[in-house]
Structures are given as C-alpha cells and as structure tokens.
T-cell receptor
Framework: GEDVEQSLFLSVREGDSSVINCTYT??????LYWYKQEPGAGLQLLTY?????DMKQDQRLTVLLNKKDKHLSLRIADTQTGDSAIYFC???????????FGTGTRLLVSP | DGGITQSPKYLFRKEGQNVTLSCEQN?????MYWYRQDPGQGLRLIYY???????QKGDIAEGYSVSREKKESFPLTVTSAQKNPTAFYLC???????????FGEGSRLTVL
C-alpha cells in the first residue's frame, strides 16, 4: 500500500537553510506536495511537483524529486522564525482523488 | 470569502456520547474529506466523498459515520464505538480540476 515517511523533528538557526526529507512507496504517484501547518490550525499548500519534474523553485522554497529513489525534499533558504511549523509531505495518484500524508516534520527555528 | 468552515473549534464529550463535527465549504468543490491528526502519526483519512450522496471509507473509518446530502456540507459523527476519539479533526475539499486540497481550521475533540 501507499506509505509516506518523514523524520519527526528538525532544528535550525535563523538564516540557515532547512532541508526536510520525505520518502514514499507508491511508484505510480503523480503529484507530490508540501503542506505547512501552523499550531492549532489547518494545513496550507506550500508547493507541489508533478512526477515528471526533477526540481521546482518558488522564492525561498526548492523542491527536489528523485523518482528512482522515491525521495522528495523541501529546502527553505534563509529560514526565519516564522517558518517554525509542521511540514507535511503528501502524494497523490491521478487515479484517486485522495492524498496520502506523511507523519509531518516539526521545524523549529531558533534566533 | 471562499473557504471551509469547521465547527466547533473545541469540543468536550463524555464517554459513551456521540458527537457531530460540522464542515461547510463555499468553494463549489465536489470532493470533501475528513482526516484525523494525532501527534507523531500525521494525517489519517477517515472518510471521503467525491460527489453528493456518495462517500467511501478511508483508512480508519471504524467508529465514525458521515453523510453528504448537500454539496456544501460533509458532517462527521464520532460515535461511542470509536475507542480513542480524542484528536484533532480536519476537513478538506478539492475541486475536480485543481491539485490543491483546501483545509478548514480543524476541530479539537477531547473525551473526558
């Protein structure tokens, strides 16, 4: 079945780059997503990548996809304290209109 | 403004009671979803509905029930059969031509 895995915690200093990693098992995944969750709130879409792409950049965010290894990463450049949140990786197969989420990575940015 | 509204935001329940969580969207989305969030376990799918009057079980449907009588509404009932109902519940919706899953702000249920 589908499975998405992430490490649970990441701690960085303000101004450093953060890299959050994700692995998935479904080789037929078509879209891969990164969502952000602030404390006590819902999730907001940060970015997504289509499976035929290797990289996508959007301002401070860079997504890298290694389809062979089923590995997805999110790099946040110049990390700020406001980036502290939980980051979820998710995958979707075009045949199904549901997303499978990872466990989430809690990013803590210290001044 | 368009979006998803969940209510109540906080809910306390005694053991043995059923409780219904409300989810309303004005985004004209066909598909709606209920997820449960527990610390360290991420989001797990409870039920989803791709069209009015139809819904499917997700990965952890036992002890839950839903209805989809209107496009805008997808209420979730947590029944007394759910053995560990204390959690954060998230409702979401998606349009048929979109790739983004829109989330509500969540409802936190605590069983006393």
């Amino acid at each position: 079945g589908e499975d998405v895995e992430q490490s649970l915690f990441l701690s960085v200093r303000e101004g450093d780059s953060s890299v959050i990693n994700c692995t998935y098992t479904d080789s037929s995944s078509t879209y891969l997503y990164w969502y952000k969750q602030e404390p006590g709130a819902g999730l907001q879409l940060l970015t997504y990548i289509f499976s035929n792409m290797d990289m996508k950049q959007d301002q401070r965010l860079t997504v890298l996809l290694n389809k062979k290894d089923k590995h997805l990463s999110l790099r946040i450049a110049d990390t700020q304290t406001g980036d502290s949140a939980i980051y979820f990786c998710a995958e979707q197969n075009t045949g199904f209109q549901k997303l499978v989420f990872g466990t989430g990575t809690r990013l803590l940015v210290s001044p | 403004d368009g979006g998803i509204t969940q209510s109540p935001k906080y809910l306390f329940r005694k053991e043995g009671q059923n409780v219904t969580l409300s989810c309303e969207q004005n985004l004209n989305h066909d598909a709606m979803y209920w997820y449960r969030q527990d610390p360290g376990q991420g989001l797990r799918l409870i039920y989803y509905s791709q069209i009015v009057n139809d819904f499917q079980k997700g990965d952890i449907a036992e002890g839950y029930s839903v209805s989809r009588e209107k496009k805008e509404s997808f209420p979730l009932t947590v029944t007394s059969a759910q053995k560990n109902p204390t959690a954060f519940y998230l409702c979401a919706s998606m349009g048929t031509t979109e790739r983004e899953l829109f989330f509500g702000e969540g409802s936190r249920l605590t069983v006393l």
